[in-house]
């Protein structure tokens, strides 16, 4: 086996955790050693939950079973006892600070640098590594750190290019004369030496004369790049843990976000579930209000009905009572017996008289108790809606929610009074006199062909335009099926077919058949909306290129798109065909009710 004398040095023993030769050492499974307590030390000190490699940073899935490479540990062991030996004979032969030429009956090798094992010693370490007998626990299968480490050790013993540096501690370093192992270090300022070492007492990089001068004298001072490397070290554990409390952070954000998106989509839910209720009790109220109001015409009826057939009844009595008075009286002044005889007998017994002095008709309505009991429900409704605020109130002292400020402005503030610009509406758009409304025509009217009129599309623009600031207004949309409202660039085409979409200077919202709401982007962006509007509200603010859309009644936010505004803009209106009078109602520009 014909290999270079060497080549095996200390650094080839060397854990690139500790810096120091192997204790105990292991392999993980992409095929580099380590000592047992250092790589375990490395793996709880990332927290236990990255398992990689700390040489070439392979990431495993499971933490590896580490087991001890027998063969290895005792490749090192043997390594230790030789680098001993050695330098107790150097010990023996002087003390190694001075030129090896001084001392001619030194026979070093000349081949063999500081660090470094003799080619004698290099033969009898391959002798006993080919004939090293397996481990008992191995008699059936080699295990796969042995396997690693026989191929690290070939390989690193057939390399023909001069090993790195040593690594070693300062007592493994000659002191005297110009250090020629790491030649691209930076000079001594005093010494003009190579800084080799290090000073951890000073914190300096320092050279070996400033080490010899006894500045440094009882200091711990270790080679400079083994600092580096534990430096290094110590920083990609810094770093892991970093990442981690980054990791963690960024989780808890992502949480939060999912708890405000959660608690937006709650507030939607109640909002509409809270109007949807209203809209029920108020269409209930309405409903009982009209069966209370039949109850009351019908108990009215009812009575009226009584008291006259009382009254029919009581006429025609007082009717039969005064026709018999009469016939009494002219009796009583007849001249003649027999006549008088003749009648009284028929007269003087009196008829049956009904007893009307019980019979009365009652004044009260059957609907009293109904009202009686609707004003209690009145009461505990009154006196739980009451505790609403309290409710509120307790359940914004749990987080750390700032209160409400009233010098807030709202977005009505900004209202603006908008009117249509007849010369741009389409021809079959017809605007009232004071500019307010605008609907679909079944035909085309004769209007001046102006460059600004839109021929193709049924819109129209409002005369004002916005290039800063902020501005709001409303428009009443009614039952409509089909509209369009936002803001357009005055520089917008207007002849022929036409894009509309943000890019080419349209934004605005459009409801189709009753239920579709999208934003017209490229392509539109389909809007889910609870609660249908019959009042738009539309916010822009020039300066930060937003446009907002508003359900007015429910004071809920429909849609807010950001963009920039690189011309001025107008409101835009579409009452959209009229559908064979499905959607012929206008669109209203109403004005601004400041809402509390």
Known sequence: MALPAGFLSEDQFTCSICLEVFTNPVSTPCGHSFCQACLSSYWEGVGGKIFQCPLCKESFRKRPELQINRTLKEITERFKEIAN???????RGGEGVEDTNS??????????????????????MMTRFQQLPAHPSDSHDQSPNRVNSQMAFRAQSTEQLDPPPSYSSLRRYTLSGPSESLPSLPLCPLHLRALEFFCRADNSCVCNLCVEAGEHKGHTVIPVKR?????KAQLEIEEVELRDLICERERKVEEIQGSLREIQAAADRETYEA????????????????????GIEMSHRAAKHRAQSLLRELEEEIAVLKRRSTALSQLAGSGDCIDFLKTFSGLSTPPPAKDWSSVSVSSELTSGLILQNLSLMMENFQEEMRKLPELSQQSSLDVSVPRPNPKIRRVQEYAADITLDQNTAHPRLIIS????????????????????RFDRVVCVLARQGFSSGRHYWEVEVGGKTDWDLGVASRSVNRKGKISVSPAHGYWFLSLRDRTDFAFRTEPSTNLSVNLRPSRIGIYVDCDKGLVSFYNVEARVLIYTYTDSFPDTIHPFFSPCTNKSGRNEGPLIICSVAMTE
């Open 433 to 452: 006199v004071d500019g307010k409304q605008v609907h679909c025509g079944d035909r085309h009217q004769l209007v001046p062909d102006y460059p600004e």
């Open 85 to 91: 030996s050695r330098m107790a004979m150097d010990d």
């Open 103 to 124: 001392h001619p009956h030194h026979h070093h090798n000349p081949a063999t640098r500081p660090g470094e094992m003799p080619e004698s010693i290099f033969t009898e």
């Open 227 to 231: 600092e580096w490397h534990i430096k």
């Open 275 to 294: 109007v949807c209720v209203f809209s029920k009790l108020i269409s209930s109220v309405e409903h009982c209000q009209d069966e209370v109001m039949e």
